[in-house]
């Protein structure tokens, strides 16, 4: 496959199957076709990492997702399984809702 979206729909699926090895391997695939949506894929793959108690893999794919893309304000906050739900990490939990708040309050602001 060479597409980077229908390796992530492939990774999504292995997640959704709870074969999280698996959907390791595709969101790599699609980090490794596709650098526009680079912080996408990172951070699918940091959710199934977390699901492998691999943490401090999860962790540098949370941090390169934002790294890639300031806006992607999922990341560290899509679910409690999150690396920045571990604790000692609430104050990066805190600084990435703070990140998220300001670029919510500059994109409503430039609507007006």
Known sequence: MSDP???????????????????????????????????????????????????????????????ADAKWAKVGMTSQNSPCFLPGRYSTLLRNCTHAVAICLFEAHQQL
């Not at 790599?28 to 949506?37: M, V, Y």
């Open 5 to 67: 979206e229908s390796c992530n729909d492939c990774g999504n699926q292995a997640f959704k199957a709870g074969e999280f090895a698996e959907a390791v391997k595709w969101y790599t695939k699609a980090i490794d076709l596709d650098g526009k949506e680079t912080a996408k894929y990172l951070t699918n793959r940091a959710n199934a990492q977390m699901q492998l108690k691999s943490y401090s893999e999860a962790g540098s794919d949370a941090k390169y997702a934002l790294e």
